[in-house]
């Protein structure tokens, strides 16, 4: 089973700002890797998938970047709807999985 | 529009049997591997199990491989998970999700499986 391991688990940043998540692989996913944000309450909604194309609806200032085993997530400026945990998940092997989840909260 | 509405969650003794239904609109079923992911409170996401188009290969997370069996009838648009010998340990939020090439492109709203005496 690949392990995936996000970084932080927690980022403070003020409305504005940009953010900067990581996500790491135990071993070589190509580009078989998706973003998701999950609101309290909600289903996690699907952000990047491919590791850099956004998904249908979401805004530009989401951005993914990397392949094989590093990979990040970069929200330009932060905005208030914005606030929430954001999951990496492979699917380049069965089973799926995903990391433990950075929390974006507001500074 | 893509839709997916997940039943039969509740509360369950230790040791219970329960089955959950997904049930789906708007889109091919019949084209798209399958999954169900749970979230315990508080708790991230968790790989419960997957089948594939035509049901044929299916996959099991650990922790629950041996106690749940997932299926999926292609005629009714539905996927099932038929859940045994529960503990506390499985009691979560039970998704039922979609796989698309591009990852898991649509979820269900959730739900709510709780075991308790």
């Known amino acids: 089973e690949i392990v995936m391991t996000q970084s932080p688990a927690t980022l403070s940043v003020s409305p504005g700002e940009r953010a900067t998540l990581s996500c790491r692989a135990s071993q070589s996913l190509d580009y078989n890797l998706a973003w998701y944000q999950q609101k309290p309450g909600q289903a996690p909604r699907l952000l990047i998938y491919?590791?850099?194309t956004r998904a249908t609806g979401i805004p530009a200032r989401f951005s993914g970047s990397g392949s094989g085993t590093e990979f990040t997530l970069t929200i330009s400026s932060l905005q208030s709807e914005d606030f929430a945990i954001y999951y990496c998940?492979?699917?380049?092997?069965?089973?799926?999985?995903f990391g433990q989840g950075t929390k974006v909260e507001i500074k | 529009e893509v839709q997916l509405v997940e039943y039969g969650g509740g509360l369950v003794q230790p040791g219970g049997s329960l089955r959950l239904s997904c049930v789906t609109s708007g889109f091919t079923f019949s084209s798209y591997a399958m999954y169900w992911v749970r979230q315990a409170p508080g708790k991230g996401l968790e790989y419960v199990s997957a089948?594939?188009?035509?049901?044929?290969?299916?996959y099991y997370g650990n922790s629950v491989k041996g106690r749940f069996t997932i299926s999926r009838d292609n005629s009714k648009n539905t996927l099932y998970l038929q859940m045994g010998s529960l503990g506390p340990a499985d009691m979560a939020v039970y998704f039922c999700?979609?796989?698309?090439?591009?990852?898991?492109?649509?979820w269900g709203q959730g739900t709510l499986v709780t075991v308790s005496s």
């Open positions: 998940q492979q699917y380049s092997n069965w089973p799926r999985t």
């Open positions: 089948i594939s188009v035509n049901g044929d290969s299916t």
């Open positions: 999700v979609r796989e698309a090439s591009s990852g898991s492109d649509h």
């Open positions: 491919g590791a850099t």
